[in-house]
């Protein structure tokens, strides 16, 4: 074999053999090279665990920009290969904060609607009003009368337009009490839910315990009064409105957003709700009675409680919680009561623990030696002058002022509040040690938001048997 190369590059090859020359140029390999399958494996595994990462690192990616940016193909680009993971997380984050706090708000707005079963009692029990003559009988019987205004018996009084609630409180009370034929209801409800709470009372037999059931039309008011009732709902319209009207979103930016919706829910706006500051008007022949909102269940006798000494003042209540003294989660007077007010912040301890409305003793003879109504007015003109914004709209926050000085502490165990609210966490062996606990908060028990762990013991004091309650498909 010869090769010959020219000084000026390559320009002929002659390879020679002894067989054969072959004049040209270089051949060409053709021949074909497979892959080994020992290759093909980990690139296949390689990608099958990439390719998903990119495809949700991608997707990620397109979210994000769609709220940064124009368009999201402008972004995706330098913030893919940048890697900027700490601003995709911070907006991830407030995003997941964005949906809680929608969460609660509509929780909340869940909590305000009244269910189609209870609509469903109310007029098939209006309707047994008008055509069963035993839905129309006396409450109470005239043989029992005398008993509205007798100090030896045990009154308890309600205020409530719901018929299911105040028969479960009215139904776990006697059930529970060592001597029910001392007991006697007083039931104050609206013009358009008397009919139903009559009916609903007259047909339901009770053991031997007394239940009064009376409209707000039936009173025969002073002048003075119905004045002074007009102008306190008045003035708590004006400041639901008003601290309705100043929502804005960075109130729902901490943990307080919660008490800002309790506080706007249409409760604060009841007429019932606010009548408790008349108690005395409502109940003129009565010395002593025990306040029970309509969402609580009385778990043990509770007889003892009217016979407490209160010392001297008009309410008896809890003050402190079941988690120790000074404990009040929730519920201290900065929760309640606008503190950077000078006017408020002048005359009141923001950490002070703020007494449980829902469950109290009132001594209504004391009560009438006091100027507590006449205080509880002033205060309301005063907020009305200051812009509005003394406290919080709610029942409460004006009560806590007015009834300053006049409030005797009780042991915690009678009265166990909260169970409406979703942080709440009360041991069973407390919630079963208390004489009254209460669903204070927007899951009430008769509604799809009402928690089922705590549900369940209010419902044991629901007649499901009744032919109204099945017909409603009230639930169970």
């Known amino acids: 074999m010869k090769f010959y190369i020219s000084t000026t590059g390559i320009k002929r090859v002659t390879i020679s053999s002894s067989g054969s020359a072959v004049k040209g140029s270089l051949p060409t390999a053709t021949a074909s090279r497979r892959i080994p399958s020992r290759t093909v494996l980990p690139v296949v595994l390689v990608l099958g665990i990439a390719l998903p990462f990119l495809f949700v690192r991608i997707a990620f990616l397109v979210l994000e920009s769609a709220a940064a940016c124009s368009s999201p193909l402008d972004c995706i680009g330098w913030r893919f290969f940048t890697g900027d993971d700490a601003s995709m997380l911070l907006r991830m984050e407030h995003k997941v904060q964005s949906a809680r706090q929608r969460e609660s708000i ?112 039936q009173y025969d008011w002073s002048q003075e ?106 519920r201290k007077y900065r929760d309640y009561l606008n503190f950077s007010h000078p006017i408020i912040s002048s005359n009141f301890d923001h950490d002070r623990c703020a007494w449980l409305y829902g469950m109290n003793i009132f001594d209504i003879k004391a009560w009438r030696r006091t100027n507590i109504t006449a205080t509880y007015h002033q205060w309301l003109e005063l907020s009305l002058k200051s812009g509005l914004a003394l406290w919080h709209p709610g029942v409460l926050p004006p009560s806590l002022i007015a009834f300053e000085g006049h409030v005797r502490p009780i042991d915690p165990s009678w009265h166990v509040a909260g169970l409406g609210y979703q942080s709440t966490e009360i041991h069973r062996e407390i919630l079963e040690d208390a004489a009254v606990i209460h669903f204070s908060g927007p899951a009430k028990p008769w509604l799809e938001i009402g928690f089922p762990e705590v549900r369940s013991i209010w419902n044991k004091y629901v007649s499901f048997s009744n032919k109204f309650v099945r017909e409603c498909r009230l639930m169970g």
């Not at 409530?160 to 409800?189: C, M, R, Y």
């Not at 979103?249 to 800002?260: A, I, L, V």
């Not at 019932?272 to 025990?290: A, G, M, S």
């Open 225 to 330: 009064v119905n004045v002074g009732v007009k102008q306190m709902l008045e003035i708590h319209r004006l400041i639901w409105k008003h601290n309705y009207n100043n929502l804005n979103d960075e109130d729902f930016e901490y943990k307080g957003h919660k008490r800002y919706l309790e506080a706007l829910s249409p409760s604060s706006l009841s007429l019932l709700n606010h009548l408790r500051i008349y108690i005395p008007e409502l109940f003129p022949d009565l010395n002593k009675i025990l306040f029970l909102d309509d969402d609580i269940v009385v778990q043990h006798d509770i007889a003892s409680l009217l016979e407490l000494d209160l010392k001297g003042k008009v309410v008896g209540a809890v003050v402190n919680s079941w988690c120790g003294d000074g404990c009040c989660p929730g």
């Open 106 to 217: 509509f929780w909340h707005l869940a909590s305000h609607g009244v269910p189609k079963s209870l609509h469903c009692l109310c007029l098939k029990l209006a309707e047994e009003y008008a055509v069963n003559s035993m839905a129309r009988s006396l409450l109470p019987p005239p043989e029992y009368v005398s008993r509205l205004a007798d100090p030896s018996f045990l009154h308890l009084v309600l205020l409530t337009d719901n018929v299911l609630a105040a028969s479960v409180v009215v139904s776990s009370t006697i059930q529970n009490s060592a001597n029910p034929g001392k007991l006697v209801f007083h039931i104050v409800t609206d013009k358009k839910t008397y009919t139903p709470m009559h009916a609903w009372f007259a047909i339901n037999s009770l053991k031997s315990a007394v239940v009064e059931v009376k409209g707000l039309h």
